[in-house]
């Protein structure tokens, strides 16, 4: 495995940890405050909103790596998975 | 929902998310049928809800083994051209199927989970923990593909990971090592599942009341499981899964016989 690979590797990771623990705490505390303040489900959703924003994020974070690293095959893969993705949100409103 | 409720969610979450990242699989096929079955909520729903339970432990565990290098990042970007398709796919039809028919389908799957965890823990028994990975470049991307529609049509149908479909065309056909297959499985999963989770939280199938508890849950479990497995056998956690998974599959089948899930 490359350098390149590596440093790649670890941006992914941190992506995905951060979306992991935005939406843990959000979660944790929109439920902790739901016997208190009557906007605390709100909290809550923005929570699990972040969980369902998280993989997109991901695809797009690992499109723009292939894009530096020049790895042309596998940033149009990347879209490519983008694109199916926006057309499940695109016809999850509508539905 | 009352306090009693949410904090058995959050246990069950912590504990499905737990056992699923130390044994490797993942914990989502253990939370539908408790769902469908001990807290009453339509199957629809039960698999919106677990869909956000399965990105969550794919998101935790996959962020680690990314940073180890596990995760074979190409391939599981290739194959979720498939999964993804599949996924889209079943979502928009799963709505058309009939609750007992879903139930039935998620049965038999479950079972076939059960095998398959039984297979892996008897590989577990005498294996050494964390092996080198050999060098490989997958093969046959064709039957790879082909799996991954599969495994994201019924990850779509019925709200799991699939796993147990891809992970052995990539041992078996792509010639992929079964780490680095596991780990890739596991990091598709969360793309696939989120699309659709769409599908669903469009369609109003995801209690956010339900599935908060879970996910906090789940998250906390499986962040604190991929840590610790490394340093433990999975053999003994396995074989309680396959007694959970087995025992539930049956209690769905005597639902099923009694004319529940209607």
């Given at each position: 495995?490359?350098?390149?690979?590596?440093?790649?590797?670890?941006?992914?990771?941190?992506?995905?940890?951060?979306?992991?623990?935005?939406?843990?705490?959000?979660?944790?505390?929109?439920?902790?405050?739901?016997?208190?303040?009557?906007?605390?489900?709100?909290?809550?959703?923005?929570?699990?909103?972040?969980?369902?924003?998280?993989p997109v994020l991901r695809i797009i974070v690992a499109c723009l790596q292939f894009l530096r690293e020049r790895d042309f095959k596998y940033a149009l893969v990347s879209f490519g998975v983008l694109a199916i993705v926006v057309l499940a949100y695109v016809l999850g409103i509508q539905a | 929902m009352t306090l009693a409720a949410m904090l058995l969610l959050i246990l069950i979450g912590f504990l499905a998310g737990g056992f699923g990242a130390l044994a490797g699989v993942g914990g989502g096929i253990i939370i539908t049928p408790l769902l469908a079955i001990y807290f009453g909520l339509p199957m629809h729903q039960a698999i919106g809800v677990t869909l956000l339970c399965v990105i969550a432990t794919s998101t935790a565990t996959s962020s680690m083994y990314v940073e180890r290098h596990v995760t074979d990042v190409r391939l599981g970007m290739t194959l979720e051209l498939a999964t993804t398709v599949g996924a889209l796919i079943a979502a928009l039809v799963a709505h058309q199927v009939n609750r007992r028919t879903l139930a039935l389908l998620f049965a038999c799957f479950l079972l076939y989970s059960a095998g398959s965890m039984l297979r892996k823990a008897w590989d577990s028994r005498n294996k050494k923990r964390e092996e080198m990975i050999p060098d490989y470049t997958p093969q046959n991307y064709p039957a790879g593909l082909g799996a991954s529609l599969i495994a994201g049509g019924f990850s779509g149908l019925l709200g799991i990971g699939g796993g147990p479909i891809k992970v052995p065309v990539m041992l078996l056909f792509m010639k992929v090592p079964l780490r680095v297959a596991a780990a890739t499985s596991n990091f598709m999963i969360g793309v696939t599942a989120g699309t659709s989770a769409y599908i669903y939280w469009g369609r109003g199938d995801i209690r956010v009341d339900i599935a908060a508890p879970l996910v906090?849950?789940?998250?906390?479990?499986?962040?604190?499981?991929a840590r610790i497995s490394p340093k433990i056998r999975a053999f003994y956690i396995l074989m309680l899964l396959v007694c959970i998974a087995g025992w539930l599959a049956a209690q769905m089948i005597y639902k099923l016989l009694t004319g529940g899930f209607q």
């Open positions: 495995m490359n350098r390149q690979d590596v440093a790649a590797d670890r941006v992914l990771s941190l992506t995905l940890k951060l979306g992991a623990y935005t939406a843990l705490v959000l979660t944790v505390a929109g439920l902790a405050l739901r016997f208190a303040v009557p906007w605390a489900m709100k909290v809550t959703t923005a929570g699990l909103l972040v969980l369902l924003v998280t | 906090a849950g789940v998250f906390a479990g499986s962040l604190l499981g």
